[in-house]
């Protein structure tokens, strides 16, 4: 746990590139020895298998194209194709995204939040910095966020898992959150992600149902709650850019991503022995808060 840390800080901190590339890696090989906690081992070692093959060939294209970016500064073509690729691998959005369902599926809940949490804060403030140094590829980025979203929702409507749908759900997130980077807004979309994820795990570890579909609600971004008011800042920035195609495929993704949210939301309340619990009071205060900042168009 102490080199999983330890990577992402290094990553993050370094003025060099192979110090940076060193902690992503180092954070990625750390990772490994807690997905085999799972109680099922043979998935357990499938799964590590699976995710190990993707990330090591990620790995692999992003250090020769970083090389490249970021050393030698070429800006071609095709080494800026093989950084968004090996990003997509590393960060689980459209084209990249179809490891993710069958990878989450078979973790346990704690495994989960790791590799759809954490693990992607370096590969986030990395691609950031690429933005910023093309920013003729906003729009290119902005439309692969806008697909991730979409593929996100619609794998999402096609799963029974409740692990393959938050993989799922992590898709869609993840494409709202490259559009984030674009407006600077990424780092609170995560945080306000990464604490909804986290308490939607804790619950369905303890097997507290309908605390678990509470945050599942929150999650799909309905309003009040923070993830709504999150979206709600990224689609007027894309309208004040007049990117109206975009915004309308957006709003179309959480309508179908909204599907799900409520089928499996339902599903775990139908699971639920008992509706007392102190967890939903602080939670629904901590959402419901989100509505007195629908008034603000301020960056947050």
């Not at 990553?11 to 890696?25: D, K, P, V």
């Not at 179809?98 to 990395?126: E, H, N, Q, R, T």
């Not at 996100?152 to 494409?175: C, F, K």
């Not at 007027?236 to 195609?245: E, K, R, Y």
Request: aromatic share 20%.
């Amino acid at each position: 746990m102490y080199f999983f840390i330890l990577g992402p800080v290094l990553s993050i901190s370094a003025s060099n590139w192979i110090l940076c590339w060193s902690g992503m890696e180092l954070g990625f090989f750390s990772l490994m020895p807690l997905l085999l906690m799972n109680n099922n081992l043979s998935m357990s070692k499938e799964v590590m298998l699976k995710y190990f093959s993707i990330q090591a060939f990620s790995s692999v294209l992003l250090f020769f194209s970083g090389m490249m970016i970021f050393v030698f500064y070429f800006k071609d073509v095709i080494s800026i194709l093989m950084f968004l690729l090996s990003m997509s691998l590393k960060l689980g959005f459209f084209p990249g995204h179809f490891w993710v369902p069958s990878v989450v599926s078979g973790l346990d809940w704690f495994s989960c939040c790791l590799i759809l949490g954490p693990l992607k804060v370096a590969p986030f403030a990395l691609y950031i910095v690429f933005v910023l140094m093309f920013p003729n590829l906003q729009l290119t980025s902005m439309l692969l966020g806008v697909l991730s979203a979409f593929y996100g929702g619609i794998l999402g409507n096609n799963q029974t898992n409740v692990r393959a749908m938050i993989g799922s759900s992590s898709i869609s997130h993840t494409g709202w959150m490259i559009n984030a980077s674009i407006f600077g807004q990424i780092w609170m979309y995560f945080l306000v992600y990464m604490i909804t994820l986290f308490m939607f795990l804790l619950m369905m570890m303890k097997m507290d149902y309908f605390n678990a579909s509470v945050n599942l609600l929150s999650m799909s971004g309905l309003p009040p709650f923070f993830v709504f008011i999150m979206k709600i800042n990224i689609l007027f920035n894309m309208i004040n850019m007049d990117i109206w195609s975009l915004v309308l495929l957006l709003i179309m993704s959480s309508l179908i991503s909204l599907i799900f949210y409520l089928k499996f939301s339902y599903s775990l309340m139908l699971n639920m022995k008992t509706f007392r619990s102190y967890y939903l009071y602080l939670f629904m205060i901590f959402n419901f808060l989100g509505a007195f900042f629908i008034f603000f168009d301020g960056r947050l």
